[in-house]
């Protein structure tokens, strides 16, 4: 009698200079996920640059890695950019309708200027970013459907608006329920999805969705 291997699904928020894998990389000086998490046979679902902070989703389903990344689907995935320079009405705006980055257009994407409120208590970054004293920073939020490479740095760097510090909050499963989100985990903390969580992710798995392109 064979029994169904049970799915194992985690959720990460990874620091800035670990990459999205657990093999380090030949002479690269960025660091790995087998540091941070000591669980055998998950993969991140969808991937965060090294410089890149926030939540990963891993899990031991290949079917639930393909169906999080497939751009059919159009997971709305909500950054939080710190940026260089003071951000304009027509900036947002551009970012919003779209911009062309590699000779291509990003798709319509929702765009709000974040207040010092909102990120202060965010932890800091390890190390600091750097900071020219001439030069204001500030926070955008910024939610988009498509998971090209380096995108939201390009996106913003497109409107005149480098990106210097960047952090995936959430991630929704588009089932009208809250997205899944790093709240509670500081950098490096992991935790399993909850049964709730295990029960939408099994259902997204199974369950025909809608495309979400165009």
Not at 43 to 50: F, I, K, P, S, V
Not at 103 to 132: C, F, Q, W, Y
Request: hydrophobic content about 35%.
């Amino acid at each position: 009698m064979t029994h169904k291997k049970n799915t194992t699904t985690l959720l990460l928020n990874k620091p800035y200079g670990f990459l999205s894998q657990f093999t380090l990389e030949p002479k690269s000086r960025w660091r790995c996920l087998a540091e941070l998490i000591p669980v055998a046979g998950v993969y991140a679902a969808g991937r965060l640059d090294a410089d890149s902070e926030g939540l990963l989703l891993l899990t031991s389903n290949g079917r639930l890695q393909q169906r999080l990344t497939d751009p059919r689907f159009g997971h709305w995935r909500r950054y939080w950019a710190q940026v260089e320079g003071a951000v304009t009405p027509h900036q947002l705006e551009q970012l919003a309708q779209g911009v062309n980055i590699q000779g291509k257009a990003t798709r319509p994407a929702r765009v709000n200027l974040l207040n010092e409120a909102k990120v202060s208590n965010l932890a800091e970054r390890d190390p600091p970013i750097r900071v020219r004293q001439n030069i204001p920073t500030s926070w955008l939020e910024l939610m988009i459907r498509e998971g090209r490479n380096r995108q939201v740095r390009r996106m913003t760097a497109a409107v005149g608006l480098p990106t210097l510090r960047l952090i995936r909050q959430q991630i929704d499963l588009m089932d009208g329920k809250p997205p899944l989100s790093i709240e509670h985990l500081t950098p490096g903390q992991w935790r399993e999805v909850s049964s709730e969580e295990a029960q939408r992710l099994k259902a997204l798995v199974v369950k025909p969705a809608t495309d979400q392109r165009g």
